[in-house]
Nanobody, 123 residues
């Protein structure tokens, strides 16, 4: 089991950058793939990015590819989401989620979730 806590959200202007962090507790963090998802008001939760347990495999939604970068530091039990060139349509609550070993783009495949952090991008 792993507990996840997101941080780093905030209010920024279009074109700005933010770095989200997902801090995990538990000795087996390096066994978990981590995904970032987001949910805007009135919309379903959607996949943003994911990284495998080893960090060797990453995946991105087409809407963020080239702007967002996911990375992890297993020594610090933390996964990061660097978000550049932010757009108003990136506004959402961002969640990190964990599952054993391999990445997946379906929220239902992740049993462990953080509480979310709000990202608001003004135009």
């Amino acid at each position: 089991q792993v507990q996840l806590v997101e941080s780093g959200g905030g209010l920024v202007q279009a074109g700005d950058s933010l770095r989200l962090s997902c801090a995990a507790s538990g000795r087996t963090f390096s066994s978990y793939a981590i995904g970032w998802f987001r949910q805007a008001p009135g919309k379903e939760r959607e996949f943003v990015a994911a990284i495998s347990a080893s960090g060797g495999t990453t995946a991105y939604a087409s809407s963020v590819k080239g702007r967002f970068t996911i990375s992890r530091d297993n020594a610090k039990n933390t996964v990061y989401l660097q978000m550049n060139s932010l757009k108003p349509e990136d506004t959402a609550v961002y969640y990190c989620a964990g599952r054993l070993l391999q990445t997946n783009q379906a929220p239902a495949r992740y049993p462990y979730w953080g509480q979310g952090t709000q990202v608001t991008v003004s135009s």
